[in-house]
């Protein structure tokens, strides 16, 4: 049969200010580690009468992916049906500017989407821009 032992709660409270350091010691080690080797963003800028709309990615390495950065969206000048792709590379610390499109933001809505290749995982990001001014 299994034996029980009964430590008195001073060993406990040891044992507790010992571990539990411990254990938010590792958390913080792991939560500073990305899942992915890089993430997306699509920045918007408004410039006057016009909206520029940036295709970014940040990376934590040195990487080199391909990506596709579409833009589909009607305004009163019309529709509008953009796609850049292509290769790219980015480093950590500065966001690699991989499209950017200039457009017509006086009562258009726009439909931005993203997605980033590396390492044969691909993310993606999107976003809706625009509306009456």
Known sequence: MPRIVKYSRRVMAALAM????????ATMATADQPIEPV????RTTPESSMVTLEALAHAHRNVSGTYSF???GAGRSGGTNIVQGGAFSAAPGKPATLGAVTLDANGAVYDAKLEVTVDGKSVGCAKRVGGAT
């Open 39 to 42: 993430r997306c963003e699509i």
């Open 18 to 25: 010992v571990l539990i350091p411990a254990g938010a010691l």
């Open 70 to 72: 579409h833009v589909e």
